[in-house]
C-alpha cells in the first residue's frame, strides 16, 4: 500500500520554541492531507485539512496562529507548532487518501518541557 | 457526517473469534465503511474496507448488513498481539474518528 513518512518520529523542546513536523507521501502525489492530535487513551481528534497549493481547513477550536499547516507540493505537508507550551505535548498523526483509502503516517510524538 | 458509535472495550481471549459492531446510522448512500488497527504511539493501519454484505481478507472480514446502517469487524483466532484499539471510519470529505473500540486479549 501507499506509504506515508513523518519526521521527527519524536521530538523533545523547551516551551516557547516552535516545531515543525514534517509528512511525505513517499510513492504517491496527496492532494489532500489530514493532521490529527492524540492525548493518551483518547482518540484521534481532526486538527486540519491541508490542501497542496491552498490555505488548510482548519476544525473549530483548532488555532490556525499556533498550528502553521503548509502544503508546498504534491508529497509534503508540515505542521509548524509556534510559541509551544506543555499543554501542546501530544501525539501528532498525518494521513493522506488514495482513491478513497487513508494512510497514516507513523506520528510525532511532541514533548514541551 | 456518518457518526460513528462502537463499545469502549472489550475483552477476549486467546484463540477465540472476537467480533466489533459498529454503528453509522447516518451513513451515505456512496459512502464505505472501513476499519483501522492502533497500537500505542502507532499510526493507525488500515485492516479492512467493504460497502454491502462481506468482504474477507487474510487477517479479518467485514459484514455489513442490507440497511448498511451497522458494520461488524470479524478477527478469527485473536491473539495477544491483537491488543490494540480498532476504529470504524465512514470516511467522508473530513475523516472524523470515533471513540473505537479498545480489545484486550487475555492468555
Known amino acids: 500500500g501507499a506509504v506515508v513518512s513523518q519526521h521527527p518520529s519524536w521530538v523533545i523542546c523547551k516551551s516557547g520554541t516552535s516545531v515543525k513536523i514534517e509528512c511525505r507521501s513517499l510513492?504517491?502525489?496527496?492532494?489532500?492531507m489530514f493532521w490529527y492530535r492524540q492525548f493518551p487513551k483518547q482518540s484521534l481528534m481532526l486538527m486540519a485539512t491541508?490542501?497542496?497549493?491552498?490555505?488548510?481547513?482548519?476544525e473549530q477550536g483548532v488555532e490556525k496562529d499556533k498550528f502553521l499547516i503548509n502544503h508546498a507540493s504534491l508529497t509534503l505537508s508540515t505542521l509548524t507548532v509556534t510559541s509551544a507550551h506543555p499543554e501542546d505535548s501530544s501525539f501528532y498523526i498525518c494521513s493522506a487518501r488514495v482513491v478513497g483509502e487513508l494512510f497514516f503516517g507513523e506520528g510525532s510524538r511532541l514533548t514541551v518541557l | 457526517l456518518a457518526k460513528t458509535t462502537q463499545p469502549i472495550s472489550m475483552d477476549s481471549y486467546e484463540g477465540q473469534e472476537v467480533n466489533i459492531t459498529c454503528s453509522h446510522n447516518?451513513?451515505?448512500?456512496?459512502?464505505?465503511i472501513t476499519w483501522y488497527q492502533q497500537f500505542p504511539s502507532q499510526g493507525p493501519r488500515f485492516i479492512i474496507q467493504?460497502?454491502?454484505t462481506k468482504v474477507t481478507n487474510e487477517v479479518a472480514s467485514l459484514f455489513i448488513p442490507a440497511d448498511r446502517k451497522s458494520s461488524t469487524l470479524s478477527l478469527p483466532r485473536v491473539s495477544l498481539s491483537d491488543t490494540a484499539v480498532y476504529y470504524c471510519?465512514?470516511?467522508?470529505?473530513?475523516?472524523?474518528f470515533g471513540k473505537g473500540t479498545r480489545l484486550h486479549i487475555l492468555p
Open positions: 491541508s490542501n497542496e497549493g491552498s490555505k488548510a481547513t482548519y
Open positions: 447516518n451513513i451515505a448512500t456512496n459512502d464505505y
Open positions: 471510519l465512514v470516511p467522508a470529505a473530513k475523516i472524523i
Open positions: 510513492d504517491f502525489q496527496a492532494t489532500t
Open positions: 467493504g460497502y454491502k
